[in-house]
C-alpha cells in the first residue's frame, strides 16, 4: 500500500494472497491502472497542498501531521474492512478463500501492533521533513524503498544482496544527493538553506528507517503465517491499530495539543478540512487499487505503474507548485528513476525466467 504512501500502509511484497500475473481483462487492468494513478496523483497533490501550501489571510500552513495521519488511518481501515469482506466472497483465480478473521491469533496481533507503531511513528518525520526540503526532493528519496530494507537487513539479518541492487541504490542516492546539492539558492542564503536541507534529509532518513522495518516486519509476518495472513486483512488491521494509537496520543498526551491546534486551524481555515478528507478518501481508496492489482495481475504490472505514477506526480508538482529546476537537478531526477526503472527491469526478467522454468518442468 501503499504508492501510501509515504504516508500509505507500505506495500507488502510475500502475500500468500497475491498472485502470479493472471488472465485478468484489458479492461480490469485499464480500471486498475487508472483508479491507481486517479487516486494516487490526487493524493500526492493534497498532501503537498496540505504540508506546504498556506491557507487564508493570515498564510498559515496546516502543521499536525499526527492527526493528518489518523485520519488517513482511519478512511484505510474503513474501506479496507470493506475490501476484506468482498475479498472474501471473491477470492482471487486460483486462490483459495482468505481467513474471516482481522486479527487471527495472539502471535499475529503482536507482530502487527509493532508494525503500526512503527509505521505510525515513520508518518510525523516525513512530514516534519517537509518544513526543510521540498516536496520533489521528498519524493525522490521516497521513490527507492529498497534502501532502508537493505540497510536493515545487511545489518540486521545479515543477508547478502545480487550486484545489481547494490548499484540501484547507489544511483538514487547519488540522484537524491545532487539534485538536493544542486538546489537554485542565493549566495546571501545558501549556508541556512544547507543546514536546513541537512536536517530535513536526517527527518527523512529516519522516515524511510522506519518505512523500512515497517516492510521487512511486514515480509516477516507473510513469511511466518502463509495463508493466515492476506494483503486486504493487514491493511485494514494495521491501518485500525494506527489510528487506535494516534488517536489514544492525540488525546492523551501532556506534551503536545495537535489535536486543539489542528481544531482551531480547521475552524479558520474550512478548506483545509475538505483537503484532508479528499487526501484521505484518496490514500484509502488507492492502497484497494494497489491490492486489487496485486491479486490479479501482479508485482510486475504494479511496479511498472508505480514507477510511472511518480514520475508524473513529479511533473505534475512542478507545474502546479512552481517548482523550478537546475540542470544538474534533472539530471539527479534521471539518476534516481534510471535506477528505479533498472530495477523494475531487472525484477521483470527474474519473474519471466521463474515462470519459463516453471513451463519447461511441467512440460517434462
Request: hydrophobic fraction near 45%; glycine fraction near 8%.
Amino acid at each position: 500500500m501503499k504508492g501510501k504512501k509515504h504516508h500509505t500502509s507500505p506495500i507488502p511484497t510475500k502475500d500468500p494472497f497475491i498472485a502470479a500475473p493472471s488472465s485478468g481483462s484489458i479492461l480490469q487492468l485499464l480500471i486498475c491502472v487508472g483508479g491507481i494513478y486517479a487516486s494516487f496523483l490526487t493524493w500526492a497533490v493534497l498532501q503537498e497542498r496540505i504540508t506546504t501550501t498556506s491557507y487564508g489571510p493570515d498564510k498559515l500552513i496546516f502543521r499536525s501531521p499526527l492527526v493528518l495521519n489518523t485520519v488517513q488511518s482511519l478512511f484505510a481501515s474503513i474501506t479496507g474492512y470493506l475490501y476484506f469482506h468482498y475479498t472474501r466472497r471473491n477470492p482471487p483465480p486460483n486462490k483459495s478463500r482468505p481467513a474471516t478473521s482481522i486479527f487471527p491469533s495472539r502471535d499475529v496481533n503482536l507482530k502487527l501492533l509493532l508494525v503500526s507503531i512503527t509505521q505510525s511513528l515513520a508518518s510525523p518525520f516525513g512530514y516534519a521533513s517537509l518544513k526543510h526540503i521540498d516536496y520533489i526532493t521528498f519524493i525522490l528519496a521516497k521513490s527507492c524503498k529498497l534502501l532502508p530494507v537493505m540497510f536493515l537487513h545487511l545489518t540486521i539479518f545479515k543477508k547478502s544482496y545480487p550486484f545489481y541492487k547494490y548499484a540501484v541504490v547507489a544511483s538514487v542516492t547519488a540522484g537524491v544527493a545532487v539534485f538536493t546539492l544542486y538546489h537554485p539558492t542565493s549566495s546571501t542564503k545558501k549556508k541556512g538553506a544547507e543546514t536546513s536541507s541537512a536536517w530535513g534529509l536526517l527527518l527523512l532518513g529516519i522516515n524511510l528507517l522506519f518505512d523500512g522495518l515497517t516492510n521487512s516486519m511486514q515480509d516477516h509476518i507473510f513469511q511466518t503465517n502463509p495463508g493466515i495472513v492476506s494483503g486486504p486483512q493487514m491493511m485494514t488491521a494495521l491501518n485500525f491499530l494506527s489510528s487506535l494509537l494516534t488517536t489514544i496520543y492525540l488525546l492523551l498526551s501532556p506534551f503536545t495539543n495537535e489535536l486543539g491546534s489542528a481544531s482551531a486551524f480547521i475552524k479558520n481555515h474550512p478548506r483545509v478540512l475538505w483537503d484532508i478528507i479528499g487526501f484521505s478518501a484518496c490514500g484509502a481508496l488507492g492502497q484497494v487499487f494497489i491490492f486489487h492489482t496485486l491479486a490479479t495481475f501482479g508485482s510486475l504490472v504494479l511496479v511498472t505503474v508505480t514507477v510511472t505514477r511518480k514520475m508524473v506526480s513529479m511533473m505534475l508538482s512542478v507545474v502546479m507548485f512552481g517548482h523550478r529546476l537546475s540542470g544538474m537537478q534533472w539530471v539527479g531526477v534521471g539518476m534516481v528513476f534510471g535506477g528505479i526503472g533498472a530495477e523494475a527491469e531487472m525484477k521483470r526478467r527474474g519473474e519471466v525466467a521463474k515462470r519459463e522454468a516453471k513451463k519447461a518442468m511441467k512440460e517434462k
